[in-house]
């Protein structure tokens, strides 16, 4: 998606626009959010396997996870507003 986003803007925009130059940015952020997510995701199912999921450390990677699930989530909802609308255009 970041790709074919990159060939499409480069037919239209500038890439020193500064809504796509946000997007791409956040982009980034979200990379780096999913790759912290996702090994948290795994100590996760380590600490359920291990320990089960009544203990306090399970509960508290299992509310890590879900905080950083939602940051992915918030990232890709601001990258569509900047998409979209575009601003300061």
């Given amino acids: 998606m970041f790709v074919t986003g990159l060939l ?7 890439l020193t626009t500064r809504w796509i130059q ?3 940015a956040m ?5 780096a959010d999913l790759v ?3 090994a948290v995701l ?3 199912v380590r600490l359920l396997e ?5 203990t306090a450390a399970y509960h508290r990677v299992s ?6 699930g939602g940051g992915v989530g918030l990232v890709v909802i601001l990258i569509l507003y ?7 255009t």
């Fill in 8 to 14: 499409m803007v480069d037919m239209a925009w500038p």
């Fill in 63 to 68: 509310l890590l996870a879900r905080g950083l």
């Fill in 27 to 31: 982009w980034g952020v979200g990379i």
């Fill in 50 to 54: 291990a320990e089960g999921p009544a």
């Fill in 82 to 88: 900047l998409m979209v609308f575009k601003p300061g």
């Fill in 36 to 38: 912290i997510f996702l």
């Fill in 22 to 24: 946000e997007a791409m």
């Fill in 42 to 44: 795994r100590r996760q």
